[in-house]
């Protein structure tokens, strides 16, 4: 029904009290995808959230954009080059990126770059728009992009490097990747032998009084002909000598100049026989690889170097002993005869492939470019996926040259102004720590879908000696966050400020004695974590805040697991719970619960799926109705969304809904509490801190009685006082925390910014709100820069942001390269007068100003390309041994089989029982399950436009290969149903000779609002997109508390995969039912 904005409020406003009063504040959680493209409509809904105590829900990942091999290898979150960049490459690369459907505006510098003589190819399984496009298309087998790449590393290893030294690459290598860093051999009973840990400068006397030593790592030094530790490592990072953080070729101890030896291959100790998994053979095969004995503390120790190691992985034997092939026709792995049958690629296209990519970057230095999209990103061994064409580039020194490296387009996923925009958007500028949820491991606790599986094993297997690499995913999920590794909300089965209140009735005073008593709590059992009783009522999430997004359906992934077990409603689930006692550590008590939340309120401007199943559904503004700002990865300027009519009837702006429910809150904060109360935080090992340094080894305090120690191998915890009756004034003012704490940004911080907030108090109070001016606000005595209105907000970040604030600019990198140890302010010198206001992007598009906070360099009117101011200006990237890694020493990579790059087949679907209870005859077609982005919508808006479904047969079909279709009689247009054990979609059946045989492509994101019959064979209306999909969590991207692996908001962790894993079965409708 029909409802008044104060009655909305008023209830929203309730349940969000009563939920923190009654379970805790940790019971409410909100969700919002992509600021960069409206900053303030996000930053208002988080800062609300963040205020109030509850839980943010990441995006980045949930959406399975975040591709965790970029953390992995360069210690990032995603940073790529501007599509003006495209230009300046040679030879560009396409995998599982359909430029010009979903980068329409930028494709035209491919074009204007094969004018200049580019070559484009395309690696695509289906014949697709990019595909016409492009000077060589390679019909990859859809999933085994992979596979094609390891062949093509192999090519690349043996031609252009073993069979030829090529100067550009081996000093590339040397200088900006691990190549030359010593990996440990480690010998097993059995007496066989297996690469392990980087060698560190703590186990050799040398080091022995050098702060962090076990963080900073070795090479083998050809000038002294002894072990070095360079400058650069992740102990240099947070050591207290300032200037060893960098990439100079020099000795951190005593600054000498080292030349690290990048292979033994003609100076060895001895050769040595590894294993090598063989995961597509199930087999080890034996590999020689060429050895040095070097003195340690514990006696002399075999190693090798990373680069040598990478020659043994692949097969390239050097004229080395050992299981390698004989040349590129043997079927060993991993040469191009190896892939055919895998890829469906002859190996004569793998070999001419690699020799002129990497040929091109020969000539060229570095100017091969790999563009890789969201669909490569979607397969459960996503990060090998992108490891195959980044250690390419890598081995042919691509990355941080213009029109090189690996670009990886999403979305508009760059928040370039994040440095200042993140105190507002999370708070930080009243309180730390926030609480920020990472959303995929979350949703495959709460939404119950780890219930519907056994052991991980069971369809990704691995060799039986591993020690981590087995079991149920839910308890590697639960042993990520009690070691701090990820975060999981609610915290604890009790409500925090209860757990206070407890604490202190016993007696704790200080915030100490709270920490330890509840520390003593949690060993004791008498305290539990939430995520290993997920399924108790006192642990469910209660109130969930949807906006800007479709969460109930188009990220849904499980979407009628959603509808069963958070909404409590119909659906078309069949699927049965098969964890049957193979969780361990995770309770499961009878029957999976149905209905856990509360209350759902959407804030949207149509009622999409998500919406017509809220309780709540509250109108919002669309674009030009509403003052915004918006940024992207594919170009480098910022533009304003201003304003130029009023939101319709009764709709309000996001920021304007959030503002007066915050309103709302302190006013009726007295019937919930009688004053400020103390909440406990738990908080995960995080990135941008000495948390980076905390855990060398994986050590379970629940199962190896290691003392709990938060931040060390247990959650930080954290007291927050919150007064719920001043969240309106903090809300609309800007607090002094950020002054004394300064701005943290994409990959740097913190950058001083006292005088600048100084600054800020300059400005009046009152007036109205101006695309020029700032103003201020006063309460309590006190006087701060406004955020009264989304005008107030932009202009404070704008003034903030080193990309638009020249002088902030200037000290960022001032203090940056005070860190680091070589200049960097000489390069925003010339910028130092500049200063953006929200008038100014009115008049025009700005570009954003070089920054401390990103890698890219863009003075002169240079194109953006990520890395650059590492390989020019020496600056680390923020891994363990500050360059490249192409080894991951990670005990649970180590662990799983994926130390080095290798190949992982795809998952069987009769093994990961998509199709258990579903069954197959003879009418029915088997097909692996592909959504790509839609052609004629964006996500699932614009879908239902009548322009849009006259060009898409006015629903959306889905594609079949036309003799997968003759098989079973379907022809062009008939009605199927397609369906699995997680859901059914009933549409017409789209017969072409461009999809490849086995799969079937269902674009994204598609509603259950219009042109949804209902199901035969379930008897409801059918779903959309996700109805067949489920999430699942590959447990070695939970790893955490080291180095690179150390948790960021949608920068780390495991994402919301399998919509590249699910299969379905097509037939026939016999009888089409609307009613």
């Known amino acids: 029904r029909r409802a008044s904005w104060d009655e909305a409020l008023e209830i929203v406003a309730a349940a969000c009290l009563y939920t923190a009063k009654k379970y805790g504040p940790d019971r409410l959680f909100s969700f919002s995808p992509i600021p960069a493209m409206s900053y303030l409509s996000y930053a208002a809904g988080s ?74 190819v395309v690696v695509a399984p289906d014949f697709n728009q990019v595909a016409k496009y492009s000077d060589w298309w390679i019909p990859v087998k859809a999933g085994e992009d992979n596979a094609m790449w390891m062949a093509v590393n192999h090519v690349i290893l043996k031609e252009f490097h073993a069979d030829r030294t090529i100067d550009y690459f081996i000093d590339y290598l040397t200088r900006y990747s691990d190549g030359p860093f010593l990996v440990k051999l480690d010998t097993a009973s059995d007496g066989s032998v297996k690469p392990g840990r980087l060698l560190t400068a703590g186990e050799i006397e040398r080091y022995s009084g050098e702060e962090h030593n076990a963080w900073k790592f070795l090479i083998q030094d050809s000038l002294s002909g002894e072990l070095r530790s360079p400058k650069g490592a992740v102990g240099h990072h947070w050591g207290s000598r300032k200037g060893r953080w960098n990439l100079k070729l020099e000795d951190s101890l005593d600054d000498s100049r080292i030349d690290p030896q990048l292979s033994f291959l003609n100076q060895c100790d001895e050769v040595m026989q590894i294993k090598v ?26 190693v090798a170097t990373v680069y040598d190691l990478l020659f043994a992985h692949y097969g390239v034997s050097r004229g080395l002993p050992g299981d390698y092939p004989n040349g590129y026709d043997d079927t060993a792995p991993y040469t191009p005869a190896w892939q055919e049958a895998i890829t469906g690629i002859g190996r004569e296209t793998i070999i001419r492939f690699a020799r002129e990519f990497a040929g091109n970057a020969e000539k060229t230095h570095g100017k091969s470019m790999v563009i890789i999209g969201a669909s490569a990103n979607h397969w459960y061994n996503n990060n090998l996926v992108y490891r195959g ?89 639960a042993r990520s966050v009690r070691l701090g590794w990820m975060p999981f909300y609610p915290q604890f089965n009790k409500n925090p400020i209860e757990v206070i209140r407890e604490a202190e009735q016993a007696g704790a005073k200080s915030a100490e004695e709270i920490v330890h008593y509840v520390l003593d709590a949690i060993r004791t059992g008498t305290l539990e974590l939430s995520v290993e009783n997920p ?102 300027f910022i533009h304003n969304l201003g304003k130029a009519v009023d939101p319709p009837w009764e709709a309000r702006s996001d920021f304007d809904i959030f503002k007066a429910l915050t309103k709302r809150v302190s006013e009726m904060a007295g019937y919930a509490f009688d004053g400020p109360v103390k909440d406990l935080v738990a908080s995960p090992l995080s990135a941008n801190c000495p948390d980076e340094m905390a855990q060398r080894e994986v050590v379970d305090w629940k199962d190896q009685n290691d003392p709990l120690e938060p931040g060390r191998n247990f959650p930080h915890l954290k007291i927050v006082e919150r007064d719920y009756s001043k ?88 203090a940056k390269g005070e860190l680091v140890g070589v200049e960097l302010a000489d390069m925003a010198e010339g910028h130092r007068s500049l200063r953006l206001n929200f008038g100014d992007l009115k008049r025009q598009p700005r570009r954003t100003l070089i920054s401390p906070c990103w890698s890219g360099m863009t003075n002169d009117g240079r194109a953006y390309s990520a890395w650059t101011m590492m390989v020019e200006r020496l600056v680390p990237w923020r891994t363990l ?85 003759a098989r079973v009689g379907l022809k062009d247009n008939d009605w199927v149903e397609v369906y699995n054990d997680n859901g059914v979609v009933v549409t017409r059946a789209n017969v072409s000779s461009r999809v490849q045989s086995g799969t079937c492509l269902y674009y994204h994101a598609v509603e259950r609002t219009i042109y949804v019959p209902k199901s035969q064979l379930r008897g409801r209306r059918a779903g959309g997109h996700n109805s067949l999909t489920r999430t699942r969590v590959n447990p070695v991207q939970l790893a955490g508390g080291y180095g690179q692996w150390s948790y960021g908001f949608n920068s780390l962790g495991p994402i919301g995969i399998m919509t590249r894993n699910t299969y379905c079965l097509v037939r026939k409708m016999d009888k089409l039912q609307w009613d």
Not at 61 to 72: H, I, M, R, S, V
Not at 897 to 906: R, V
Not at 920 to 947: C, F, M, V
Request: charged share 25%; with cysteine; hydrophobic share 35%.
């Open 47 to 120: 800062r609300f959230t963040q205020l109030f105590g509850g839980a943010s829900m990441s995006f980045y990942d949930w959406y399975a954009d975040l591709p965790n091999q970029f953390p992995e290898t360069w210690g990032d979150q995603t940073d790529v080059c501007e599509s003006a960049d495209w230009y300046n490459s040679k030879f560009i690369v396409s995998v599982g990126a359909n430029l010009n459907m979903t980068r329409t505006p930028d494709v035209h510098f491919i074009s204007e770059g094969r004018y200049e003589g580019a070559k484009f």
């Open 389 to 477: 064409p980044s250690t390419a580039l890598i081995l042919c020194g691509c990355c941080g040259v213009n029109g090189g490296g690996l670009n990886h387009y999403v979305g508009q996923e760059k928040l370039t102004l994040a440095a200042a925009w993140k105190p507002v958007a999370f708070a930080n500028d009243w309180l730390k720590p926030p609480r920020l949820q990472q959303t995929p491991l979350w949703h495959y606790i709460m939404s119950d879908q780890w219930r519907y599986e056994g052991e991980f094993t069971e369809y990704a297997p691995l060799p039986n000696d591993a020690k981590w690499a087995k079991g149920h995913a839910a308890d590697h999920v």
């Open 535 to 636: 399924d108790a009522p006192e642990n469910w999430p209660r109130v969930w805040l949807i906006w800007r997004g479709n969460a109930i359906q188009s990220s849904a992934k499980g979407h009628e697991f959603f509808l069963r077990h958070y909404l409590g409603t119909h659906n078309n689930l069949i699927a049965q719970e098969r964890v049957n006692g193979t969780a361990k550590d995770v309770k499961v008590t009878g029957k999976a619960p149905e209905g856990k939340m509360d209350l759902v309120v959407d804030i949207n401007f149509r009622m999409d799926t998500s919406a017509v199943y809220s309780d709540i559904v509250l109108p919002t503004a669309f674009w030009y109705e509403k003052d915004d700002l918006n940024t992207t990865d594919l170009h480098s």
């Open 277 to 302: 998994y063989d995961f597509a053979g199930k087999r080890y095969l034996l590999r020689g690889v060429p050895v040095r004995h070097v003195p340690t503390k514990d006696g002399p120790v075999p």
């Open 881 to 965: 041994t500050g360059r490249q890694h192409l080894y991951l020493d990670h005990p649970y990579f180590i662990d799983f089989g994926e130390n080095l790059p290798t190949y992982k087949p795809k998952l069987d679907p009769v093994l990961i029982h998509d199709i258990t209870e579903s069954g197959q005859d003879e009418r029915a077609l088997l097909l692996n399950y592909i959504t790509p982005h839609g052609k004629w919508n964006i996500h699932s808006t614009y879908k239902d436009n009548h322009r849009m479904l006259t060009l898409s047969r006015g629903m959306d079909p889905i594609w079949i290969n036309d003799k997968d279709a």
């Open 727 to 814: 969240l309106y004034q903090k809300f609309i003012s800007f607090g002094r925390k950020v002054r004394e704490d300064g701005l943290t940004g994409h990959n740097w911080g913190p950058i001083p910014i006292g005088k600048f907030y100084d600054e800020l108090l300059e400005y009046p109070e009152g007036g109205s709100p101006d695309p020029r001016h700032k103003r201020t606000v006063s309460w309590g005595g006190q006087k701060y820069p406004s955020l009264e209105t989304a005008l107030d907000a932009a202009n404070l970040i704008l003034h903030l942001s080193p990309e638009t604030n020249g002088e902030i600019c200037y000290e960022g990198f001032k």
